[in-house]
């Protein structure tokens, strides 16, 4: 799987490093994804999610955090210099909760 989150030119280059089966996730969905035929004649599967920012909505789930009503579960924390490893450690598949990047260390 390759996740996008610039689009335009970089989707094309994403598009060129996935292996057959694989998936193409582009944020910027604004972007679009490549034709359906060429994501075909690749044997990969593409998905543009519309996101769009919500601040009311992301305070409710703080609040929700806040009040333990909302539980993340988190297996591993680890600074942006060691994303490598929570790959690694993801593709086990062996995790029980979120890999996530701190980005404040």
């Known amino acids: ?7 335009g030119e970089y ?3 994403s598009l060129g490093v996935l292996r057959r089966g694989g ?8 972007t679009g994804l490549p034709p359906a ?16 920012p919500d601040g ?10 806040d009040d333990g ?6 297996a591993e924390t680890a600074p942006l210099e060691r994303t490598g490893d929570l790959h690694r450690i993801g593709e086990t598949g062996r995790t029980s909760g ?8």
């Open 69 to 74: 009503v909302l539980r993340v579960d988190v």
């Open 37 to 52: 035929a060429e994501l075909a004649a690749r044997d990969v599967r593409g998905f543009a999610p519309l996101v769009e």
């Open 56 to 65: 009311a909505g992301l305070e409710h789930l703080a609040r929700l955090v």
């Open 1 to 7: 799987m390759v996740i996008d989150l610039l689009g």
């Open 98 to 105: 979120k890999l996530v990047v701190d980005l404040t260390r």
């Open 11 to 13: 989707t094309r280059r």
């Open 23 to 30: 998936t193409l996730v582009t944020v910027p969905s604004q």
